[in-house]
């Protein structure tokens, strides 16, 4: 006698057998009771969770010849023949097979036939979303109104790709993924029976990678059980599965972690040499990671882990940030590792990026602009060398001085004519507008106001913020690339006027023509909150020094004509 795989020797023959399923069970024992049953059902959902034996079942339960319950006897000449196969009203149909509008033609014609021996003709077709559009439409009258002794099962596993006329004409029912618990259950009752003796960790991890779905684990089950016999243990699963088990997860994780990049490039390598999986341990690298994003976010009640390894997640989640447990996943979870390609550099390049992106962040985080009082004492060695007297701001109204550099700056007044000259056509009216010259006392107060300065330095140091938090439309332009990518900077003010430095004379030249500057000043002007124009300069060797000379808090008090 031949035997049968387990999915088939197990598959369930009553509603109440067909495992985590029960609000498509019980909706369908109660038609059944109250004898409302649909001419016509879709069944959907991912593969393995019983759509096709939920069908059976129901083709069972209308024709069976017990009156004594809305459950299939399985006793009974009609149910034995339809569950051996052998009953002529019972119709299977794989619309994979037969996709044409003729072979639903044909189905369309054999419908008006009255049944052989069972009260309903039940047509089940399976994949029904592999029908054309020509076959479908086909189907539409037959399934709106077939004949009073006809129903129609409908299964599929992607019901997005079903005709929305289809499924306005019947009864929809979703199949969820079955859960680890109701799988593992159904295995130990398989087990029981056929004298397996497995270990309970065993069953949750075949349970676990069943994905969902039953007929998987029960694949898995039989594999296991032919392979290795009545005796299976976690190492056997693990070897089958192809999983690694290898603690070096958790050491590269930790690696990760610690920023460790050496150590963690050890790791891979140590792996690639022992001959393991990448493709493996990148997945079981990404599942443990996942933990530690549980863990840091408080759902450690959500893994199915021992105290021990809960106690050693929540000790790591709390030396790190969630912004760098979530680059992690991000950067390990895109890889793209091939089957034939035994290469460690997607993990390799995956650790460094995942490392430098969160310092590079950590670097580019805005510093608080110094106090007035600092910039006063950084400008006064100059003004000093230069013979001219210094006035430091009074220090009254502290309130009102912290709030100058959290909001946006008012006018900037920096006097750099010199190191940046006007355009030609706005030279002689520079002249013209040139203040009278003031007495010595006041110069370098009027030179640089302690709010022009406030208002450039908060401009340099959200520069690259200022960009980013551009509308969308404006982020795709020409001006937007170049000033994101060829190294321009603001670099002085004046009247309302902000001067950036080019590297590149090309790049100073585009930015130039009236589109792209137009641009480039509704987004300056949108940060300061009014409007002001740009002059764009070519960037000189000794603005080098000027530019650091101000990062440190100096200010531009005088300039020397050449």
């Known amino acids: ?119 309903y003709k039940v047509y089940i077709i399976d994949e029904v979303h592999m029908l054309s559009n020509s076959a479908s439409n086909a189907l539409l009258k037959t399934l709106e109104e077939p004949p009073p002794n006809v129903i129609f099962i409908l299964a599929t596993t992607e019901v997005h790709k079903v005709l929305p006329t289809i499924m306005s004409r019947c009864q929809r029912f979703d199949f969820r993924r079955v859960s680890q618990q109701d799988i593992v259950f159904k295995l130990e009752h398989i087990c029981k029976s056929e004298g397996i003796k497995m270990e309970a960790e065993a069953l949750r991890l075949v349970a676990k990678s069943a994905a969902g779905s039953l007929r998987d684990a029960e694949n898995l089950l039989e594999q296991l059980y032919t392979f290795y016999g009545a005796e299976i243990g976690l190492t056997q699963v693990q070897s089958i599965l192809g999983i690694t ?69 929540k000790e790591l989640a709390a030396s790190t940030s969630l912004g760098h447990i979530l680059k992690s996943v991000k950067l390990f979870g895109q890889l793209d590792i091939k089957a034939n390609d035994y290469s460690t550099l997607p993990l390799e390049l995956a650790l460094v990026d995942s490392v430098t992106a969160v310092e590079s962040e950590t670097a580019k985080t805005p510093q608080p602009p110094a106090t007035a009082a600092a910039k006063a004492v950084a400008a006064a060695p100059e003004t000093r060398a230069r013979g001219k007297p210094v006035k430091t701001a009074p220090e009254k109204e502290p309130q009102a001085k912290a709030e100058t550099t959290i909001t946006k700056p008012v006018k900037a007044a920096v006097k750099t004519e010199a190191a940046f000259p006007p355009a030609p056509e706005k030279e002689h009216q520079a002249k013209a507008e040139k203040p009278a010259a003031s007495p010595p006392g006041e110069e370098a107060v009027k030179a640089a106001p302690l709010e022009a300065s406030g208002q450039l330095e908060a401009l340099q140091a959200n520069w690259k913020q200022v960009l980013e938090q551009a509308p969308e439309s404006v982020r795709r332009t020409a001006a937007m690339a170049i000033l994101r990518s060829a190294g321009v900077q603001p670099i002085a003010m004046e009247n309302d006027t902000v001067v950036l430095t080019f590297r590149y004379p090309y790049h100073k030249e585009k930015i130039e023509e009236p589109d792209n500057m137009k641009i480039t000043t509704d987004i300056i002007s949108g940060y300061l909150g009014n409007r002001c124009t740009v002059r764009c300069v070519f960037e000189q060797e000794e603005n080098y020094l000027v530019r650091e000379a101000q990062k440190m808090g100096a200010q531009i008090t005088d300039v020397e004509e050449k």
């Open 245 to 313: 088990g290898d603690s070096r997860v958790k050491e590269l994780a930790v690696s990760i972690i610690n920023k460790d990049i050496t150590n963690g490039m050890k790791i891979i390598n140590a792996i690639n040499s022992d001959g393991l999986d990448l493709k493996q341990f990148n997945r079981e690298l990404v599942a443990y990671l996942r933990c530690l994003l549980l863990i840091k976010n408080g759902c450690d009640n959500d893994l199915d882990l021992t105290t021990e390894e809960t106690a050693g997640l």
């Open 1 to 119: 006698m031949s035997s049968q795989v387990f999915y088939r020797k197990w598959r369930p023959q009553t509603l109440s057998e067909v495992v985590g399923q029960q609000q498509t069970t019980v909706t369908l024992l109660n038609a059944l009771k109250n004898s409302r049953v649909s001419h016509a059902y879709l069944f959907c959902g991912p593969r393995g969770t019983g759509k096709t034996s939920s069908g059976r079942i129901l083709a069972k339960a209308v024709n069976c010849l017990s009156e004594d319950s809305s459950e299939p006897c399985n006793k009974c000449d009609m149910c034995l023949a339809i569950t051996e196969g052998r009953a002529m009203d019972v119709i299977e149909i794989d619309a994979a097979s037969n996709t044409g509008v003729d072979d639903i033609r044909a189905l369309k014609e054999k419908v008006n036939y009255a049944p052989g021996q069972a009260k």
